[in-house]
């Protein structure tokens, strides 16, 4: 590409005057390249037009072309629709039918206007009529852009459309900077990448999707634009793990065998042998420690996979090479948990275990700073703030960070920023879609741990309402008799905190009252974190038979007695979510249950999280459907989780270009590890430009 052509302002576009321009910027679209880049949402395929006097009932998607007779609103039962009636030359007829976005549409159509439809054909009597179909307005004196071919609709808008930007409008517009200025743009890609990945011409590529030939012409494209977007994404991502490969860690050696703490832990302290999944992970982790280089490495677990004992595993491994361990969680209430699990597993071993937590004293605070200084202190626990405040340690190998999808890729960033190098391994128990994770981890390196413990009975799920509330209490009190506890979660949607804080303490109240014989306890996010550690405290010694939460508890919390998990409003909750709360019972030899209590009147995409909750319990299996529900950008919510913002790319569905696009990306690094080939210069120049300091922020060429 020539980078000065299309860095250009949107003054160089042929016949855009300053009331587009100021629109089109206002869409955020502010040079050349943002144009081209300004993707058709839809196409209409005007190759081959049906006359309307030839439908059939059976007609399938067409596209029709005629002058609009008649156009306006029309009341039916209780709900108004808007329709235009076209006209051909075949003297047909057909009803263009909208129930939504009534006022935008109804400003488009008057009679006498040339315009085609394409979509599904109706009959209704004798009445032929599409509802909602792709529309394009054809000029009267059609010039050859509009008829006859594939024609690109571009995602329009209000303000858009104002400034007299239609869909005819841009293709106009695009046509002519082709025409113009066609041959200042190249192809950034060398020879070999288009060859040996099958891909088209940049140039031909951009220009095709704006006006296809024919429908093959147009897949080649989006496919070569797919691949092109996400290529420079994960050179962005190889380029970052090449710089990360450089960095020096902690050199530890092989396992220290017997009296080792590793040694010591695996086969003296642990109740059970490890899983497949566990060994295979624990092997991972040291044989990259062995390396001389910084670990940076990715655990993805299902919840009650067994994470937390892997890393207690990395961690005794680091302090047998005489190093101290840091293990961190996002909330206090697992850190405090973790705190107690490692004391438990350590302190047999003579292990020093120190935890950071924000209310605590100053003179305690002083005095564990001084012990992981001094090194009298082997292993701090604590939230990510130990590390973001640079608490000092004598000498930290390994750093542990636990659930790291709840800091972010940028708080990533920060922990890898700090201090010394200690060896990274980053949990996480939202098992995410291989698309996402090749998008927002590929620049570490992976374990995978999707066997559950044997013995595990897989939970039971049920989807009840309000009419069998009873049954469900009456189930309840079973379990609670056999010795079994259980969980009462209540949304807490953050708009309105004290209503759901509300729907808690009624539920408390209600349930104090149905479970007189039993203790009901209640925990929420507005408590004092002492507050809740102690409601935690209390629920697993056992004191306490039902707890009734906000989602406080969602993450990482450990009660092997716990049967029942009881959701309530279980249609508000967001699919990771649920299966995150799920994951809090099975895990310990009991049968366990999880029932959504959910309302009967339910959106249609609460009607497929309840129903996928029901149908399956793999995780991978369920963050694949919550990608396909949700879309990638709501799956963590774009901004937080950095992932990049796709123009054409869809993480849904374009698995396949992007696992070839990253494969193409490394295969480069490969050839010309520091890109200064000259067959690459155009690639670096434009990938310096406009990915090289973005998102990440750290990736760096040579
Ligand atoms: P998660 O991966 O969700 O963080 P945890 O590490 O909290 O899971 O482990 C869940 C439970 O399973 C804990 O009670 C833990 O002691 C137990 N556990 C872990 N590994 C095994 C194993 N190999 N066999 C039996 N129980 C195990
Ligand atoms: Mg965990």
Redesign the pocket.
């Known amino acids: 590409m020539s980078l000065s052509f299309l860095t250009e302002s949107l003054h160089l576009v042929p016949g855009l005057g300053p009331r587009k321009i100021e629109a089109l910027e206002a869409a955020g679209v502010r040079t050349i390249r943002d144009l081209l880049h300004y993707y058709p949402r839809r196409y209409l395929d005007r190759s081959t037009v049906t006359p309307i006097g030839s439908l059939t009932a059976e007609g399938g998607t067409v596209t029709v072309v005629g002058t609009v007779r008649a156009a306006g609103m029309v009341p039916g039962r209780g709900k108004m629709r808007y329709e235009v009636r076209l006209q051909d030359d075949s003297s047909g007829t057909l009803k263009g039918v909208w129930f939504r976005g009534l006022r935008w549409i109804s400003r488009l159509f008057k009679p006498g206007d040339r315009v085609a439809f394409h979509g599904k054909v109706q009959q209704f009597g004798r009445t032929f009529s599409m509802t909602h179909p792709d529309f394009d307005q054809l000029d009267t004196d059609s010039a050859n852009l509009d008829t006859g071919r594939i024609i690109a609709l571009y995602p329009g808008g209000a303000a858009l459309e104002k400034a007299g930007l239609t869909s005819r409008t841009f293709r106009r517009h695009v046509y002519r900077l082709f025409k113009e200025h066609g041959l200042e743009l190249e192809d950034a890609f060398p020879a070999w990448l288009r060859d040996e990945y099958t891909l088209i011409d940049g140039r031909v590529a951009l220009r095709a999707v704006h006006f296809p030939k024919s429908q093959s012409e147009l897949g080649h494209a989006r496919e070569r634009l797919k691949f092109e977007e996400f290529f420079y994404l994960q050179l962005l991502l190889a380029l970052t793990k090449q710089t990360r490969q450089k960095v020096a860690g902690p050199r530890l050696g092989p396992p220290r065998g017997e009296g080792s703490f590793l040694h010591r832990f695996l086969h003296e302290v642990?109740?059970?042998?490890?899983?497949g999944a566990?060994t295979r992970t624990l092997d991972d982790i040291l044989r990259d420690v062995q390396t001389g280089l910084q670990m940076n490495r990715l655990v993805q677990?299902?919840?009650?996979?067994?994470?937390?004992?892997?890393?207690v595993a990395a961690l005794l491994h680091a302090l047998d090479y005489g190093y101290q361990g840091a293990f961190m969680a996002p909330t206090e209430i697992l850190a405090e948990q973790h705190h107690a699990?490692l004391r438990k597993y350590l302190e047999p071993l003579g292990v020093e275990v120190r935890v950071l937590l924000g209310g605590q004293r100053k003179a305690l605070r002083t005095e564990i700073l001084e012990d992981l200084a001094t090194g009298n202190a082997h292993i701090a626990v604590g939230t990510h703030a130990v590390i973001q405040e640079g608490v000092a340690f004598e000498a930290l190998g390994m750093a542990i960070v636990?659930?790291q999808h709840r800091f972010g890729v940028m708080q990533r960033a920060d922990l890898f920023a700090k201090g010394a190098n200690p060896h990274m391994l980053l949990?996480t128990?939202t098992p995410i879609p291989r698309s996402l994770a090749m998008t927002l981890y590929g620049d570490l390196d992976v374990s995978v741990?999707d066997e559950?413990?044997?013995?595990?009975k897989p939970i039971k799920t049920l989807l009840r309402t309000e009419k069998r509330r009873g049954e469900v209490y009456q189930f309840i009190r079973e379990q609670l008799r056999e010795g079994r506890q259980t969980y009462v979660v209540y949304p807490l949607v953050e708009e309105s905190e004290k209503l759901d804080l509300k729907d808690a303490e009624n539920g408390f109240e209600q349930l104090t009252e149905e479970f007189r014989a039993y203790r009901v306890d209640l925990i929420h996010g507005r408590m004092l974190p002492y507050e809740k550690e102690e409601a935690m405290e209390r629920f697993k010694e056992g004191e306490t038979d039902i707890l009734v939460s906000t989602t406080v508890i969602e993450v990482?919390v450990?009660v092997?007695n716990a049967s029942v998990m009881l959701i309530e409003h279980a249609e508000r909750f967001g699919l990771s979510q649920l299966h995150q709360l799920r994951?809090r019972v099975g895990?310990?030899e009991h049968q366990s249950t999880c029932i959504l209590m959910a309302d009967y009147k339910r959106s249609a995409e609460g009607e497929q999280r309840l129903n996928a909750m029901v149908a399956t319990d793999d995780g991978f299996k369920i963050s694949e459907l919550d990608l396909e529900i949700r879309g990638a950008g709501d799956f963590f919510g774009t901004r937080q989780s950095g992932l990049p913002d796709l123009k054409i790319g869809d993480l849904t569905q374009d698995l396949d270009i992007l696992q070839r696009a990253r494969h193409a990306a490394f295969a480069l690094l490969e050839r010309d590890p520091r890109l200064t080939a000259p067959e690459h210069a155009a690639l670096r120049a434009y990938y310096e430009r406009y990915y090289s300091k973005r998102n990440l922020g750290y990736a760096r060429v040579g």
């Open positions: 642990l109740p059970f042998t490890f899983t566990q677990g299902d919840v009650g996979s067994g994470k937390t004992v892997v890393a699990n636990d659930e949990m128990a741990m559950r413990p044997a013995g595990r990482g450990d092997p994951g895990r310990g």
